[in-house]
Nanobody
Framework: QVQLVESGGGLVQPGGSLRLSCAAS????????MGWYRQAPGKQREMVAV???????NYADSVKGRFTISRDNAKNTVFLQMNSLAPADTAVYYC???????????WGQGTQVTVSS
């Protein structure tokens, strides 16, 4: 099993920045890819930024140029730097990882990001 713990959410004014962290523990050797998703009230969960199996990154069109995903492999941690935040970015942000052997998806508990003046 893999456990994912997110941190770094909060309340920020429009135009502000936040940095989310996701620390993986447990059978981290089984992790295939990791990334960030979000779910706004009344909407489906959507991909925000992910590392692909080839090590490249994919971003949702809505966050390109504003968000950056990065990782520290030694610490099994993935980050999401969010700049120029807008009210439309308000959501619960979830860390995601996939098991390379079983293709099971793991999810963190989520961290709330609220962008409001």
């Amino acid at each position: 099993q893999v456990q994912l713990v997110e941190s770094g959410g909060g309340l920020v004014q429009p135009g502000g920045s936040l940095r989310l962290s996701c620390a993986a523990s447990g059978n981290t050797f089984s992790i295939y890819v990791m990334g960030w998703y979000r779910q706004a009230p009344g909407k489906q969960r959507e991909m925000v930024a992910v590392f692909t199996s080839g090590g490249t990154t994919n971003y949702a069109d809505s966050v390109k140029g504003r968000f950056t995903i990065s990782r520290d492999n030694a610490k099994n941690t993935v980050f999401l730097q969010m700049n120029s935040l807008a009210p439309a970015d308000t959501a619960v942000y979830y860390c995601n990882a996939w098991n390379r052997y079983s293709l099971q998806a793991y999810w963190g508990q989520g961290t709330q990001v609220t962008v409001s003046s």
